[in-house]
Nanobody, 114 residues
Framework: QLQLVESGGGLVQAGGSLRLSCAAS????????VGWYRQALGKQRELVAS???????NYADSVKGRVTISRDNAKNTVYLQMNSLKPEDTAVYYC????????WGQGTQVTVSS
């Protein structure tokens, strides 16, 4: 069964940076559109960044200009470089196919203090 394992989260001050990683147990990264989602406490999960198999990238307006999504097909890994973090970026971050069809991983907590 496909597994998605997110890592790289943590506690940072506003303005700081984090690099999230999502390792897949199968070669999905190179053949599917994959994305990073986040879910803040009490809110619905939202897609914040995606990258297609052809390399087309999209960002949510809330993170545009501050995050960069990338992938390493050989490692079946997707990354999310997050800069200029804001308290409103606080959430659990997940990766999945776009649209999400796989079981969700455990996510990685990002907490941004003001």
């Amino acid at each position: 069964q496909l597994q998605l394992v997110e890592s790289g989260g943590g506690l940072v001050q506003a303005g700081g940076s984090l690099r999230l990683s999502c390792a897949a147990s199968a070669a999905i990264v190179s053949i599917n559109a994959v994305g990073w989602y986040r879910q803040a406490l009490g809110k619905q999960r939202e897609l914040v960044a995606s990258i297609s198999s052809g390399g087309r990238i999209n960002y949510a307006d809330s993170v545009k200009g501050r995050v960069t999504i990338s992938r390493d097909n050989a490692k079946n890994t997707v990354y999310l470089q997050m800069n200029s973090l804001k308290p409103e970026d606080t959430a659990v971050y997940y990766c999945n196919k776009v649209p999400p069809v796989y079981n969700w991983g455990q996510g990685t907590q990002v907490t941004v203090s003001s």
